[in-house]
């Protein structure tokens, strides 16, 4: 007996389901690239089979941190930059969730990057979508960790002089056993990129390129995209590291030249989850924790039982 | 100050095993029926450098480390920096004897490892002279050959123990008990012929010149020795805690060791994370997915716990955070206590946030008050903090066994199951109003969790709608702030129905009143019993409840005195401060007595600010305390 029963719920799933009687319109900017990724979720989920109430949507702040407002799960809309310390616990606690974490470049590159590095390191059997805009939007453009180098905004009114973060090559660096990168504006490969980082058991990071039409007009609509597995100039093999990282390091040198390269890029699909691994050294319960405070039998070990050791 | 008491003191090096042998000496004292408390002073380094612990026996109740002590065991600090050269810190080895002999009661005894310490340099300490003027019996032995001969150096500390038993005429019965327990093979062999041999060299080769003898006891009921570490760890699991996040901190890192280590067998989840504020967001997401979780960590982590703790508040989140204070600011002494967090743990995090807060006075209270916040923050979905130090957190006394012997509460306070949550508000397109202001009982509106069906809300730090949604609405926002400051005036009402936390003690008619808050509690009771032995009209009060504050009987106790005077370890009057701000009045009643030395008050430390403040003498106080007058309201 479960005390979860949305959990493994097996039944048709409409996407409408997703879209929340609250908040059915988001308040993003029109063309924003942030619709793009919650049309990818609605339509990736029931996909995948997921229902609304199995799933557990983690979010930090900015414009993608109004993810779960606009997606009928069970949201966590956290505070700046602390989506995944928040969604890896829940997992944790509840193994049998699905749980999806999501923020901005800034959001998780920036603010929240000790955390995306350890979480990545750690594997944990999560997805992670950072709507990568390469600016902070939501306080009306100031640069962020992705901004090219030489972009001018209201806080480098000179041009950044940092050369931006490499997403990709970092999440790699740090341990996350699926990396993909995709774009608003190619919904599809969008959708089967979520399926499959859903379905992945590890941490699967998603840099998902957002465009955002009202401070970042130099990224234009991040088109023409050119899919790396789709195309004929690029040939490698995503589950060889070295050569994943060498296409990583490509993709991320041209994106401020103008060439738009996504796909997938690293799949590991060997690697033990933190679960698995937590597990195997007998940190973690076989079953999941939460249940046990439902269940009427459970024993509750108690600290007198401990006490021969002080006497 | 009493002769019926022993206060051993062993003084060595970090790394010369001066904690494993305190604390089985202290088990020893305990098994003989004696009561015992301990003390613990080290530095922040991981080999040598002067550290000892002090064992306090006695038949009577022992509430402090007490006034001095009478017995020093010095090894002599084997780890100490270039022992043979005279640095600018000058010889640290011998440390263990120079240092400690301040405090040294009249007639007490020095035992010192003389196959360590250099013979020259201990003539400089002229402790011959000193030991004629203080009446201190002094003995010099060979610890350390006497452990080569049989095992290795470090079983100097057995040789010393050996050598303290015989001198007290204690019977070894207990200690080798437990060395058997602790040792086997060669290393225990070892450790009992030197023990043995070195009691046996009291009578033949050291003749006993001194009066003290161990005080002799009996318990009625089985004794445990644990410290405030190990209450608050076995509260957090007789509480259905099976979460714990956090980074390593001294103090707090003893919780969290010793949760680590146990979860494991209890169906628990321990995880060492990047940084605090990653720890304390992990026991929210624990919390908010159904699992009874906490964090913690001394003031400089906590200090990152500060959003994370705000997030809590504001999605009503269940979260029991521990915060154990060292003496700041900044990094300040890492390894020695202080109360001067108050004020950061009451007030840190942004806009009208709310939280409670307990600060536990001794090992007992320790256990229950953890418990107690658990208790309080699920039923009420609120933070619960658990304040307390260095000094508590290390510290050892025997408790009665039974004291433990108590069902868990592993229920998840109001929480709804998904047979409840069909009955429960939804709005229109099936979300479940779990923020309802209008069915909120005492402020609290039952909450889902991830995976229940028909449960499915929104939490966010932001202002928001009856199912969680962003809303600035100024009408709801003023229901959703009303709904959850009502919280905290219905935990206040909960607590004055149950039996106070807060601990009376003394005449109860006295006319002087003695305040205190959390670890200064058994420093202050012991003054004030001493106080009353001698005909002083005086009582004490010691608070736990920081938040919500405890208005009633802490205006009871004031208004009953002329005069109260308010001790506590930070140098900035905190909880003189707290007092006054909840209750706005008494501040021409109310002086401090303040130390933030490093080092605990003493009883009578206590009972000299009380005799200066009384008599409204001019002079300073005599140890490194301060007076602070009273400054009206």
């Known amino acids: 007996m479960s005390a979860f029963n949305a959990i493994g719920e097996q039944r048709e799933i409409d996407r409408d389901e997703f879209t929340p009687g609250v908040e059915p319109q988001p308040t993003w900017c029109p063309g924003c690239g942030d619709f793009g990724v919650l049309k990818a979720l609605k339509q990736a989920l029931p996909e995948v089979g997921k229902t609304p109430e199995e799933v557990l949507t983690v979010t930090g702040i900015g414009c993608s941190g109004k993810l779960n407002s606009y997606l009928d799960t069970y949201g966590f809309h956290t505070i700046h930059g602390r989506s995944l310390p928040v969604a890896r616990a829940a997992k944790l606690a509840n193994p049998e969730l699905e749980v999806i974490a999501a923020g901005g470049d800034g959001d998780g590159y920036g603010i929240g990057g000790n955390h995306w590095i350890h979480t990545a390191r750690e594997n944990h059997d999560m997805t992670y979508i950072v709507f990568n805009n390469e600016i902070f939007g939501l306080t009306k453009g100031q640069t962020s960790p992705t901004s090219p180098k030489g972009h001018k905004s209201k806080t480098q009114p000179s041009g950044s002089a940092k050369t931006p973060l490499r997403p990709l090559s970092m999440s790699l660096n740090a341990g996350a056993s699926y990396v993909a990168r995709t774009a608003a504006v190619n919904p599809n490969q969008a959708k089967e990129i979520i399926k499959e980082a859903i379905e992945h058991d590890g941490f699967a990071h998603i840099d998902f390129l957002t465009q955002c039409p009202t401070w970042n007009k130099d990224a234009r609509q991040y088109v023409p995209y050119i899919d790396v597995q789709e195309s004929d100039d690029y040939d490698f093999d995503v589950t060889d590291r070295r050569e994943a990282a060498e296409m990583m390091r490509e993709t991320e040198d041209v994106l401020n030249e103008g060439t738009v390269l996504t796909g997938r890029y690293y799949v590991d699909e060997d690697r033990p989850s933190y679960s698995q691994e937590k597990k195997a050294v007998g940190e973690m319960p076989d079953d999941p924790l939460a249940e046990r405070y439902f269940d009427d039998d459970a024993e509750w070990e108690r600290s007198y039982d401990l006490l021969e050791r002080h006497t | 100050m009493s002769d019926d008491e022993l206060i051993w003191r062993i003084a060595g090096g970090s790394g010369d095993g001066i904690d494993s042998t305190s604390q089985n000496f202290a088990k020893a004292l305990m098994r003989s029926g004696l009561n015992v408390f301990t003390h613990r002073h080290y530095p922040s380094r991981i080999r040598g450098g002067h550290t000892y612990v002090e064992i306090r026996a006695a038949e009577h109740e022992v509430q402090s480390r007490g006034d001095g002590y009478n017995f020093l065991l010095a090894l002599g600090d084997s780890f100490a920096r270039n022992p043979q050269e005279e640095a600018y810190y000058g010889n640290e080895e011998i440390k263990p004897l120079s240092e400690n002999l301040d405090d040294l009661r009249e007639g007490g005894v020095i035992v010192y490892d003389e196959g360590l310490l250099d013979e020259e340099e201990v003539a400089e300490l002229e402790l011959e002279k000193r030991a004629e003027e203080n009446g201190w019996h002094v003995y010099p ?339 959703q702030m009303d709904r959850r400051l ?148």
């Open chain 2, 486 to 633: 009502e919280k905290l005036e219905s935990i206040r009402e909960e607590l004055d129905e149950r039996e106070s936390t807060q601990t009376y003690f003394g005449d109860e008619d006295a006319e002087y009143g003695i305040v205190t808050w959390g670890s200064s509690q058994g420093a202050v009771e012991e003054a004030v019993a001493r106080l009353n032995e001698q005909g002083h009209s005086v009582k004490g009060l010691s608070v736990s409840d920081m938040l919500p504050f405890p208005e009633t009987e802490v205006t009871e106790f004031l208004e009953s005195v002329d005069e109260a005077m308010v001790v506590e370890m930070n140098a900035t009057a905190q909880f003189r401060g707290h007092i006054q701000r909840e209750l706005g009045r008494f501040g021409d009643k109310l002086t401090s007595l303040l130390k933030y030395n490093g080092n605990p008050f003493e009883p009578a430390e206590v009972v000299e600010g009380y005799e200066i403040n009384l008599a409204d003498e001019e002079r300073e106080p005599s140890a490194q305390v301060r007076i602070e007058p009273a400054a009206g309201d």
């Open chain 2, 141 to 479: 032995v060979d610890l350390r050959g006497l452990a080569k001969e049989h095992g290795r150096e470090v079983m100097r500390n057995t040789a010393g123990v050996g050598i303290t038993a015989a001198l007290l005429e204690m019977d070894l019965e207990h200690i080798e008990d437990l060395m058997e327990d602790a040792m086997s093979g060669d290393v225990l062999e070892a450790n009992l012929e030197i023990l043995d041999e070195a009691n046996e060299m009291v009578g033949e080769e050291i003749e006993r010149e001194h009066d003290l003898r161990i005080p002799t006891g009996e318990h009625e009921t089985e004794q445990a020795l644990l410290s405030g570490s190990n209450a608050i760890a076995y509260g957090a699991i007789d509480a259905g805690c099976r979460f714990i996040a956090g980074y390593p901190m001294t103090p707090w890192t003893d919780v969290f060791t010793i949760l680590s280590q146990n979860f494991p067998d209890m169906g628990g989840v321990s995880e060492q994370v990047e940084d605090e504020i990653a720890a304390a967001a992990l026991a929210v997401g624990a919390s908010h997915a159904g699992v009874k979780a906490m964090s913690g960590s001394s003031g400089g982590g906590f200090a990152l716990m500060s959003e994370p703790l705000g997030l809590a508040e504001m999605t009503e989140t269940p979260l029991v955070l521990v915060e154990s204070m060292r003496a700041g600011p900044s990094t300040g002494m890492p390894t020695k206590p202080e109360q001067a967090d108050l004020e950061f743990v009451l007030y840190t995090s942004q806009g009208d946030s709310q939280r409670v807060v307990f600060a536990p006075g001794n090992i007992e209270e320790a256990y229950e008050q953890t418990r107690l916040a658990f208790e309080i923050a699920w039923d009420y979905q609120i933070p619960a903090i658990i304040i307390y130090d260095q000094k508590l957190s290390g510290e050892n006394a025997n408790v009665d066994v039974e004291f433990f012997d108590r069902e868990p509460t592993p229920d998840l306070g109001s929480t709804l199951t998904e047979e409840e949550l069909r009955e429960a508000a939804h709005d229109n397109s099936g979300k479940f109003k779990r923020f309802n202001y209008e069915d909120a009982e005492d402020g609290v509106a039952p909450r889902s969790l991830p995976g229940q069906k028909g449960g499915r809300y929104l939490a966010t730090g932001n202002e928001h709608s009856p199912v969680g949604h962003i809303e600035e609405d100024p009408d709801n926002r003023t229901f």
